[in-house]
């Protein structure tokens, strides 16, 4: 299957080639930055590419001169209606009305498959995303990052790429004992104590009672009077397996299931940080060093110490940075480092999904990445910023420590999987968000979700009213398409370039952009119909229109599950 963009991607390479061939084009000249894409003025034509601006100079030839040259054996093409150079050598092309048709017959043809690409040539791409603390459910501040990973590992799995969804459990840290401790209060209520107001600094949260509940039965009172050395770890351990349960479950509710779970303490019980230490001595990347004093005030009782240092500035860091602390365990840098080597193993690429207040934190894993992998392994963090939650305007608050935060599933169950995932990717990640309850199921244009939605529903409904007129509409004549309609068609042909510029970027709001302008698009074309008769897609006097015109709104609706499907979204057959 070869959608029109890839099939002029091919033909402008076959017309440089013979160029070559002829000896009007210097050979082997670097072709990766040739695009071929959409005019910014849709009066200039229906294709562009700039092939002769980013290879003129590089062959040593006038720009204009390669573009007059290029576009003689471009408008040879059965395809191609018209070619016009425009200003110092941009090539404009005018395709054929048959070109667009074929494109629908295309879409239809594919199926669930249109817009699939090989552009990522089975290479293996490992994406972590979510990985929150294992303390507690999942709340909306984790449900940006949850979607917007999700949807970019199926958006790549789309472009050809094999992927790893994976989940970073930081069980090894001090906000596991924090959570340990809480439950074994929870443990001794369960006994029959009374055990007032959860302390300061503690987990107070009602969902650690059942947890409590479960080692009371386990265990009875054998923990309750003994010291704390006695329970810390059986506690801790049986915490966080509950956590993780409950933090499963909430995924699932926005369809999302990862790969792998990947655990912190597990990483420092294969002794990792060990063997990344190693690998980084031996290429003299760690070295034993001082840390400069703080800035500002100096603490009197502040000393410089002799850490083990990571050269973390030879890859465009501020400054080493230390892998252990004073005390010999690995700060959370050293883990987070080992972590990293571990993916590596087993991906050729590398995405982290993190919160917009880890932004600090990229300079450091990103040197620690390319210095691990010797350069080998592309690394990209993705920053996605928080979402204030509104109720009609007004702020919802929410607090994690105080146990009354708005958790993810109670906002699932209140407005339904499809509008948290689609509201998520309506804006770029690193963009602010607010997401109102009342907006987000708004039935208007305004909503992105209802809008796309109802694109599809009015398509299947359209299918059932011609059923229902008793029109046969099984075998289309695509030559009834006209000019206006063949618009429609032009809109849908980009969404193959869509997701390969999409996955490239590593950005999955790119789909959801697309499709409310797919949307909008189908929407105008339907309503045009209440103004001109002649216009309406149902003509129960024209079989054959109304055949062409129905196969193509199936086209555009294809088009829209397709890109749905990517979001993790449903789409909708009736609103």
């Known amino acids: ?38 005019p910014r003025d849709a009066s200039h034509g229906d294709l562009a590419t700039n092939a002769a601006m980013v290879l003129a100079k590089p062959a040593g030839m006038n720009p204009r001169a390669l573009a007059e040259a290029l576009s003689a054996k471009l408008s040879a093409l059965d395809e191609v209606a018209a070619v016009d150079v425009a200003g110092p050598g941009f090539i404009n092309m005018k395709l054929t009305d048959d070109a667009w048709r074929s494109e629908v017959n295309l879409i239809s043809d594919a199926g669930d498959a249109y817009g699939r690409s090989t552009v990522g040539a089975g290479k293996t791409v490992n994406v972590e ?15 940006r990052g949850a979607v917007v990973g999700d949807a970019l590992a199926s958006l790549l799995e789309y472009a050809g790429h094999k992927v790893i969804r994976e989940y970073y459990v930081n069980d090894a840290g001090g906000q596991v004992d924090v959570l340990a401790r809480s439950v074994h209060m929870r443990y001794r209520e369960a006994l029959g104590e009374d055990i007032g107001e959860i302390p300061e600094g503690l987990y107070p949260g009602d969902y650690l009672i059942p947890v409590g509940q479960d080692l009371a039965k386990q265990h009875g009172t054998r923990f309750v009077a003994v010291p704390e050395s006695d329970w810390l ?50 290429r003299d990347l760690v070295y034993d060093g001082q840390l400069e004093a703080p800035k500002g005030e100096v603490d009197p009782d502040w000393e410089p110490v002799t850490l083990p240092l990571f050269r973390s500035t030879q890859f465009g860091d501020d400054q080493d940075r230390p892998i252990k602390k004073s005390n010999g365990s690995w700060t959370y840098f050293g883990a987070d480092m080992a972590y990293h080597f571990q993916k590596a193993q087993n991906a050729d690429a590398l995405i982290d999904i993190w919160g917009a207040d880890h932004a600090g934190t990229v300079k450091r894993i990103r ?42 599933a109670d906002v699932v169950r209140e407005v339904g999987k499809d509008v948290v995932r689609f509201t998520m990717l309506t804006r770029k990640a690193d963009a602010q968000m607010d997401f109102d309850f009342a907006k987000v199921v708004e039935a208007s244009k305004d909503n992105p979700v209802f809008y796309v939605q109802y694109a599809h529903a ?18 289309p004549d695509v030559s009834k398409l006209d000019a206006t309609d063949l618009e429609l068609a032009k809109l849908a042909a980009q969404f193959p370039r869509i997701v390969e510029s999409a996955a490239a970027a590593r950005e999955p709001h790119r789909i959801a952009f697309y499709l409310y302008d797919l949307a909008a ?10 103004d001109d008769p002649e216009r309406r897609i149902l003509l129960v006097n024209s079989v054959e229109t109304t055949s062409a015109r129905l196969f193509l709104a199936a086209a555009i609706g294809q088009v829209i599950a397709n890109g749905l499907s990517i979001m993790g979204v449903t789409a909708a057959v009736e609103m």
């Not at 699932?252 to 294969?270: N, P, T, W, Y």
């Not at 204030?388 to 708005?406: D, I, Q, T």
């Open 521 to 530: 698009a189908f929407h105008a074309y339907w309503n045009s119909g209440n």
């Open 233 to 282: 770890v059986l506690f801790r351990e049986a915490a966080v397996a509950a956590m993780l349960v409950m933090i499963k479950a909430d995924l699932k509710l926005l369809g999302i299931e990862h790969d792998v779970f990947a655990s912190e303490a597990i990483v420092q019980r294969d002794k990792l940080p060990e063997a990344a230490e190693a690998f980084l001595r031996a």
């Open 129 to 143: 995303y979510v990985s929150a603390n294992p303390t507690g459910p999942m709340h909306m501040g984790h449900c």
């Open 367 to 408: 040197a620690a990445v390319q210095a691990l992998t010797e350069g080998t392994k592309p690394f990209d963090v993705k920053l996605v910023q928080m979402v204030r939650l509104l109720r009609a305007g007004e702020p919802v608050k929410m607090s994690k420590r105080s146990g009354n935060f708005v958790t993810l």
């Open 1 to 38: 299957m070869t959608t029109l963009y890839a099939r002029f991607a091919a033909h402008i390479d076959a017309a440089l080639d013979a160029l070559e061939a002829d000896g009007a084009l210097t050979a082997g000249v670097d072709r990766r930055n040739v695009t071929v894409e959409p």
């Open 458 to 475: 009015r398509i299947c409904s359209l299918k059932r009213k011609v059923a229902e007129a008793g029109i046969d509409a099984t075998t």
